[in-house]
């Protein structure tokens, strides 16, 4: 492979595309990396940047859109034949745009390609904490964990926080920012190494491992002896259904994913009308809508964090571009630890 | 019958027991009116009211009560063999309570019989309008619109309101004061009858029969092209679905009541990954939250509209603690037109 650099014409690109819509699990089978060149050039007058791929995120969110809707999402559906996108980290090559320059290193939307042009890099966002993992930026430094604890379920000192999927990317985040606020936690995750970790790594004030348990609804009487203030919801089905006859007065669900209900033809059925009986919120929310000034103090803050330890993370990485799809599909069996990134490039 | 009077010893009351838990659909054989007696008296001592029923509300989420739950609901679940309870009309016959004296009206939770012993009044309110007739306060002087119009989902001028059972109790309060704040109004009802009665009483801007739409979604379009920015729920599974392909972005749903699950085994699938992409926020909430100067408050505003023909209402009378069964039942086949009410006694 060729390392490219900036004025040099064409350069091979393996990009990876999907090869089919989707029905039920995905498998590695429904995408393919195909080997593309690129020619190296943002059209003339434009505000494009190209930038060569270094972390690619992989967020459970993207099989919803490998299915064809017949009511857009707020995301396009991926077309088979054409590559993926989603968030990760890249370093700009060349640019047409005002704000970014050669050597750049931008977190956002970007291509499942080594190379990228983006038209118009309107979500893309310069770094600006070079002393932490550059992956970083696909997880910890994303928002997607605070403002879903702290602006939609408005999560306060000394109330009671579950979150599911709790070893993921963003439940390991939740978790320790709500046990930074002084909230009670308790995670759920699909091992007892992941559970252990979320005690012994994360300083969850609980966990439990949902496939051992015969009764979710159980379980969670037994950690929330008297309700949950606070679930972040990752993960909907059979574990909403629990949580819901487990909140309390008020209570709140903040509606970051659900990883279970993706490959299914139907979502499991949930009884709603118990968000009557004890005025439950249930909110979805965008990390997108938070920006701006937000964002960045977010970021600030963050780092702040992960300088003093006060927020770990761990991350699962696949190296190279050709081990995204089972990277991708690993999300679904739960075979990640922490975030899962894929590698394409160091620098 | 013996009309009675305070001092008598003993009167016959008439009384709706629930005769045994419902699966499916409750039928008159569910319920049984049977003949007992009461001593008009209070415990010396005690804060009792004993009251004489003149109105009882029928409300569809009573349905739910007929069910033994494991987990218990907002309110018990009614006992077989037990006299059902809900929100009615009562003239007061004796009273331990300082509150309250004999004759006063009040509105609140009580038997479905003719006497009702209330041990402590806590859900009981003095009419301070007697200027209407008494069973507007089962209704449109309830503040079940009113709070989950404007408290859960913050309808604001010049948004887009759809309300589902729009010809029913609630629905049809809605949809006056979502116009009297100046929002485009759809509503959703079973007849051309009712349909025809929100468009030519109630000022609705467009109303649909969802019996004739063989795509609900299509219907939603139709009458909201530009989308929906409060969804007033009143009867879930298939409309609800449809709705949330159909919100804008930051739209809320407030959730009344979900009447055309009560009956399944298990609730219809909704999707509510939906919920993330446009920040979608679903509440419930109960009208017993919203109380003392606020409904005091809201009682004077409604009162006002009454009078001066800003809002009507729609009742529908049933004669008779006897007819009480049927017309329960006779909500969830959609018999009702407008508020549903028994009159037990007029005075």
């Known amino acids: 492979m060729a390392a490219a650099v900036a004025g040099e014409e064409e350069v091979t690109n393996r990009q990876v595309i999907l090869k089919r819509y989707v029905t039920g699990c995905p498998t590695v089978e429904d995408m393919e990396v195909v080997t593309g060149t690129l020619r190296l050039a943002v059209p003339p007058g434009s505000p494009a940047v190209l930038v060569k791929n270094l972390y690619l995120s992989c967020d459970p969110y993207m099989?919803?859109?490998m299915t064809k809707h017949a009511v857009p999402s707020f995301v396009p559906d991926y077309v088979p034949g054409k590559v993926l996108d989603n968030c990760g980290v890249?370093?700009?090559?060349?640019?047409?745009?005002?704000?970014?320059?050669p050597g750049d290193l931008l977190w956002g939307v970007t291509g499942w390609e080594e190379y990228t042009l983006i038209p118009n890099p309107v979500f893309c966002h310069m770094i600006n904490h070079r002393e932490f993992p550059l992956s970083y930026y696909t997880g910890v430094l994303g928002l997607t964990a605070y403002a879903g604890l702290f602006e939609v379920?408005?999560?306060?000192?000394?109330?009671?926080?579950?979150?599911s999927a709790a070893a993921g990317a963003v439940g390991q985040i939740v978790g320790q920012l709500a046990k930074l606020t002084g909230c009670y936690v308790v995670g759920s995750a699909g091992s007892d190494h992941k559970v252990n970790l979320l005690k012994a790594k994360f300083g969850f004030d609980d966990a439990f491992n949902y496939k051992k348990e015969l009764d979710l609804n159980a379980a969670l009487k037994r950690c929330f002896p008297h309700g949950i203030d606070v679930y972040f919801e990752n993960v909907g089905g059979a574990m909403l259904d629990a949580v819901l006859d487990n909140m309390r007065h008020r209570g709140r669900v903040a509606v970051c994913g659900q990883v279970s209900q993706y490959n299914l033809e139907r979502p499991d059925s949930v009884d709603l009308f118990r968000l009557v009986g004890k005025h439950i919120r249930m909110e979805g929310f965008l990390v997108s809508e938070y920006a701006?000034?937000?964002?960045r103090r977010f970021e600030e803050e963050m780092a702040r964090y992960l300088t003093e330890?006060?927020?770990v993370c761990v991350e699962d990485v696949a190296e190279g571009i050709e081990a995204a799809p089972a990277a991708l599909v690993g999300l679904f069996a739960g075979r990640n630890v922490g975030k899962q990134v894929v590698v394409v490039a160091r620098e």
């Open 63 to 65: 099989r919803t859109r």
């Open 90 to 101: 890249s370093k700009v090559v060349l640019s047409g745009h005002p704000d970014f320059k």
């Open 153 to 163: 379920a408005k999560a306060k000192k000394g109330e009671h926080v579950f979150v």
């Open 292 to 295: 701006g000034e937000y964002r």
């Open 309 to 311: 330890g006060k927020v």
